[in-house]
């Protein structure tokens, strides 16, 4: 593989075993082989870093929010080690440049696709934990998620999922409508939202607002979708 010193460069990460870089950076349609004759490409790294991604994560955010319970520590982790943050960091660094293919997937532009460069940032952190341990994983990751997670943490990486939800109407001729409710006292009540697409009820969502509830509607149904 060419330009790996480039790779280490920006990863600030020097390899003993290159060829964990080279499979790291290796999509699938490239049909590579290893050295071994086994296949060659990043879905087993990826394997592995995800899993160190989410330790790491996850012990940042504990160290950073004491106070923080469970199910906030997890809502916001999964904010952070998600497809979408992951293509922001992997195109931050500029990382897609590098990744193989093979030409149907070169046509297609599949270096760029959000759940391939997602999956290279993942193979990569797994590759560094394989060829240096998980101190240098770790200070991968410490170093180049920090923002990312300070902007979860301050509520910045919240998901506008009515928009999302809007934007596939628009591509679909779906249409969209949110049937709202509330109860309770007036200092304290509840909204509920039932979210129907093309008049079949398709979401549910609660919350402190109508918009927080309609918000929630929607992300049930992009959950699903």
Not at 26 to 48: A, I, P
Not at 112 to 133: C, F, Q, R
Not at 194 to 216: D, F, M, P, T
Request: some cysteine; hydrophobic content about 35%; proline content about 1%.
């Amino acid at each position: 593989m060419e330009r790996i010193i480039e790779i280490e460069n920006i990863i600030d990460y020097h390899f003993s075993n290159e060829e964990l870089l080279r499979e790291a950076f290796t999509h699938s349609s490239k049909g590579e082989l290893n050295s071994q004759g086994n296949r060659l490409d990043y879905e087993r790294l990826e394997f592995v870093g995800d899993a160190m991604l989410d330790a790491i994560i996850g012990a940042m955010l504990y160290l950073k929010l004491p106070s923080g319970r469970e199910g906030e520590l997890s809502k916001l982790r999964a904010q952070i080690v998600c497809e979408e943050s992951l293509d922001i960091i992997g195109k931050g660094l500029g990382l897609n440049e590098f990744i193989l293919v093979g030409e149907g997937e070169e046509r297609a532009s599949g270096r760029n696709k959000p759940s391939v460069v997602s999956d290279v940032v993942e193979a990569t952190i797994g590759a560094i934990y394989l060829d240096g341990g998980f101190d240098e994983a770790k200070y991968f990751v410490e170093r180049v998620f920090s923002t990312l997670v300070e902007d979860a943490i301050e509520g910045k990486l919240f998901r506008d999922y009515k928009t999302k939800l809007q934007e596939l109407a628009q591509k679909n001729n779906w249409h969209i409508e949110y049937r709202d409710d509330e109860e309770g006292p007036d200092h304290d009540k509840t909204f509920f939202s039932h979210l129907y697409i093309n008049g079949k009820e398709k979401g549910y969502g609660i919350g402190k607002n109508k918009k927080a509830a309609e918000q929630s509607a929607a992300e049930s149904f992009l959950g699903k979708a």
